[in-house]
């Protein structure tokens, strides 16, 4: 008996990602190519942000329902991320031309309608290959979302079904974590959502 199942026992359900993800902890896989960015097309390559930290938010389509609404909150809340010393990239397998045109397209039309964080085209979908999430079957990216700190090293990652929208507070909360960790150099509580606060720094226990 195989380890591993197999079409035939299975009836061809089951798809195996063979090529994984990357390692947490170690440098981010790198990356370059065409992005939009302030209505321009520009180039962007993943040392532009080295010394920040970075949150690549992977998406499938453009001119879809949902992708729209998550870019349009993350865009819409970037100056939270750059409060924490952080950009924000979003990318699909579109092309960057595809991304001007959606981005030049009004909100009510199904548009982006002007964006502030860039968003790269992973045209040739090599990007998404490296970082484990392309559907080779679609030809798309998956919905994910990766944490890379100032050392570009991974921190975060989290891969969800194409249909679930995405919580940007809960990428705030992952990079606030991120930065506690950063600073105090010890696992991060689950106490507060200000991790920032006195109270939750480290503490010597006082044996007198």
Known sequence: MSELPCDEECGGQVVINARGTPPLMRPAPFWR??????????????RDFSGKYLALVFYPYDFTIICPT?????????????DLDCEVVAISTDS??????????PRKQGGLGGMSIPILSDKNQKISRRYGVLDEQLGVASKAVFIIDKQQKLRHMSITDM????SVDEVLRVIEACQFVDKYGTVCPMRSTNLETEELAPKLEDNE
């Open 33 to 46: 190519g065409p992005a939009v960015h302030n209505a321009k097309i520009v180039n962007l390559t993943m």
């Open 70 to 82: 998550e870019l349009i909150q993350f865009n819409d809340r970037i100056e939270e991320f750059q």
């Open 96 to 105: 960057q031309y595809t991304h001007l045109a959606w981005v030049t397209t």
């Open 163 to 166: 249909a679930l929208p995405r």
